[in-house]
Nanobody, 124 residues
Framework: QVQLVESGGGLVQAGGSLRLSCAAS????????MGWLRQAPGKEREFVAS????????YYTDSVKGRFTISRDNTKNMVYLQMNNLKPEDTAVYSC?????????????????WGQGTQVTVSS
């Protein structure tokens, strides 16, 4: 069973920063790429970022490149998303996602499951 628990969301002003964290079970995490997806009200879930199992390969959607950084700690089964220079259009529920393989990908179909998510709200 896939187990993913996100934390770190909140309300922040435009230009601010947040760091999201995701705790995964060993079975969910080990050997797999991990990523972050988001879903805004009335919109489809979209890919945000991913990292391969080794952490050497990362992917980002164009709108967050240069502002968001994904990282992982394989000793703790943790994944992080550092979000800087946040914009109102980043407002969404952010979910941690478990990949289908170790190499990762850059779309929602690259992931086999995701968590309940944490709300990020950016005010203008």
């Amino acid at each position: 069973q896939v187990q993913l628990v996100e934390s770190g969301g909140g309300l922040v002003q435009a230009g601010g920063s947040l760091r999201l964290s995701c705790a995964a079970s060993e079975r969910t995490f080990s050997g797999y790429a991990m990523g972050w997806l988001r879903q805004a009200p009335g919109k489809e879930r979209e890919f945000v970022a991913s990292t391969s199992w080794s952490g050497k390969t990362t992917y980002y959607t164009d709108s967050v490149k240069g502002r968001f950084t994904i990282s992982r700690d394989n000793t703790k089964n943790m994944v992080y998303l550092q979000m800087n220079n946040l914009k109102p259009e980043d407002t969404a529920v952010y979910s941690c996602a478990a990949g289908r393989s170790g190499s990762g990908g850059s779309n929602v179909s690259s992931f086999r499951s995701w968590g309940q998510g944490t709300q990020v709200t950016v005010s203008s």
